[in-house]
């Protein structure tokens, strides 16, 4: 049988459950029981061999060195949600699921790598996220799925979207920004203009005059936004596949 890795982005999952339940005195052991109700689905549903939690920093991390307008107008968590992640944390680990929590890494990165690594190693990987960003993750061996619509987020689902090979997607998104991580863009470039763009590999030419002036004013930008939006697979991790034995 081939190990599975099921991965939980943990406050994509949080924050939605959330931002949907009426807040009372009960929130967060509400928040708690149907955090589990949804992980436990999707354990039993990918046959988990192996399971874990990630969350993000509470640091600023390179992203932020490299812009720092990187989520700048990003609400903070609202201070319930924040004083009860220890608790959540806490009964995440009875059920058998432990927690990442990095110093700086932002979660995405921290997955990324935990999933190239194991996936390298043979383990089947199942990213619980409606994070689009994982796109560029995919292959035969790393999934995504989202537990709020019980289904895959897969290769096609994306290609059909956004009609864009997924080795595309930070060049794509460095064009035509990012809203929710306060990243721009360039002036002008939607996705038609940026998928054009892409498949005539940056001839100029392609463009209308405007935004080739866009481009001209802007271009020293899209280097940044696409490292920006590149998952990083190379962060340090500090465990080990054993670490992470479900049920344990």
Not at 176 to 201: C, L, N, V
């Amino acid at each position: 049988m081939t190990p599975t890795l099921v991965i939980f982005d943990a406050m994509n999952l949080l924050r939605r459950i959330y931002a949907a339940i009426e807040h009372t005195q009960d929130s967060i052991e509400r928040l708690q029981q149907q955090s589990w109700q949804k992980m436990s689905q999707c354990l039993e549903r990918h046959q988990a061999t192996h399971s874990v939690a990630v969350f993000d920093g509470d640091q600023p991390g390179w992203r932020h060195q490299l812009w720092p307008a990187y989520k700048a107008s990003r609400k903070p968590l609202p201070i319930e949600l924040a004083d009860g992640l220890d608790l959540i944390q806490q009964h995440w680990w009875q059920q058998g699921v432990d927690s990442v929590l990095p110093t700086h890494d932002e979660a995405d990165d921290v997955i990324a790598t935990l999933a190239v690594k194991a996936s390298g190693h043979g383990v089947k990987v199942v990213i619980v996220s409606t994070d689009q960003g994982f796109c560029q993750l995919l292959n035969q061996s790393i999934e995504q799925y989202d537990c709020f619509a019980r289904q895959p987020l897969s290769i096609e689902h994306y290609q059909h979207k956004f009609a864009i090979a997924l080795q595309q997607w930070p060049q794509f998104k460095a064009l035509t920004g990012e809203s929710s991580s306060d990243i721009p863009g360039i002036s002008g470039f939607g996705p038609t203009t940026a998928k054009r763009f892409i498949e005539q590999k940056y001839d100029v030419s392609t463009l209308p005059p405007a935004k080739q002036q866009s481009w001209q004013q802007e271009q020293e930008l899209v280097a940044i936004f696409q490292q920006l939006m590149t998952l990083n697979t190379e962060r340090e991790l500090g465990f080990k596949m054993s670490d992470l034995r479900y049920p344990k």
